[in-house]
């Protein structure tokens, strides 16, 4: 997923890959029983078919099963096994695309970190073999949920393992596939991140993507959870059909329910026709609900019975609808805190967070802060009548220093003010209004002087609007003397200190012309 980008910097433009690697549809996730069904093999056949790929399978396993291995082989897979992490991580190599199986039945609680590592691996497509006490252990399921194409009991058949492993490989290689074709895209929606927490985000959204599970995405402002909830729909199999955001803080609480629900004709005065309702609208398709803390508790235990029931009633109406929708759900507040103050339904939220994506502050994304500047002023440079190429170097330390309380949404607002104030072809850290965020140059006690003197001449100018004799009295100087400092110093226009509002005009100083060379 990963592209060269025009910043010269490593750029994923997720939302087009997206498009391309949801094609051959999710692999299917749950237990072994379903998979034993005749499925199109989708990707697995693909896979097959592409001579140019070469199928390559890591097999980890505490006791590797001789009779699996030896059939993986006969089925064409080029097979490596490992019976530790350790061992596993050397034998993958970083341009290559795997299938992989790991074994939870063999390794310890205390090997999982270890294996957690080789699990993150993004080119490896896993298949976890695993049993009902291995499943018990919450650690396992997380494991499993994070980072697995899908998961079986032992014993398993040997063709459904070949079948999966093959599907999760071809999965794998199309991601694969769409690199080099994909252009770094000017699509709104693109998504740009390259630090370990956005690769993260990226492998989560993929995995999240292939299941109807309802999606809970937590972050602070502005970090791109609506971008995610839409990068989540558009690479799963609902993408043809419509994502519906609707944003709980901003409709008024009388209004919520109807516009959730919708209304029949006559429901309530002024009821003139019937309405339907966002949720009803999403049928077939991915429901965004922003800003769920504001949901009233009215429309939270609405939405609870329709997440129960899969069926909605329009007010007024008495059928129930049934509506085939996937819940996505985002908000920046704390909602253990909401739930603890009673503000929001603990068995609400336990419906909404079966998968839970949390979106890193921009603060946390380390060198993105500065691709994310260049993505944002490639987007929009045309707004400026200058041909600006990039920013200072202090404006880039700026960057690095500042917290970003509104994270990429302050980005972006930041540096479009910048294309349009900067005054060189460069943006500075005070076109972006980060000035204070610069470290302290070290400067000679020279420069100390001289900049000392400046800020007082100003100051004392000021203090007496340009008035030079009180100035200079004020100051313990002469007036010649204070004439020619501010010639020194370029302060003898006096716009430079009144901003071209000057009220009282400077009196010309009688012993020494202003034209007079110093
Ligand atoms: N990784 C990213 N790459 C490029 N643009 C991004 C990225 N993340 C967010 N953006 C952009 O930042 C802006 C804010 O994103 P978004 O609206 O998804 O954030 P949010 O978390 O929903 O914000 P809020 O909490 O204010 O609703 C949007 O213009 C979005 O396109
Ligand atoms: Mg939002």
Redesign the pocket.
Known sequence: MRESSHLGATVTPFAGAGQRLAVTGPPHSGGAARHDEAHDAGAARDAKAAPEFERTLLYVARTPDPLLGAYLKSRGWELATARTAHEASRLVKPEAAYAGIVDLTGFAPREFTGLETILRLQQVGWIALTDNSRLADPEVRRLIRHYCFDYVHVPVAHPTLDYLVGHAFGMVSLCDLDTPATPASQD??????TCEA?QQLFRTIRKVANTDATVFIS?E????????ALAIHERSPRRKAPFVPINCGAIPHHLLQSELFGYERGAFTGANQRKIGRVESANGGTLFL?EIGDLPMESQASLLRFLQEGKIERLGGHEQIPVDVRIIS?T?VDLESAMRDGRFRADLFHRLCVLRVD?PPLRARGKDIEI?AH?VLHKFKMDSARKIRGFTPDAIEAMYNYNWPGN??EL?NRVRRAIVMAESKLISAEDLDLAHFTAQQTVTLAQAREAAERRAIEAALLRHRHRLTEAAADLGISRVTLYRLMGTHGLRDEKTIFGGEAENQAEPPPDVPPDTPE
């Not at 709104?188 to 991140?193: F, S, T």
């Not at 402002?221 to 995610?228: I, N, Q, R």
């Open positions: 709104e929606d693109e998504m740009v991140g956005m972050g402002s502005g970090t791109g959870k609506e971008l995610t922003d985002a920046h979106e994310l993505h990429v949404r972006i």
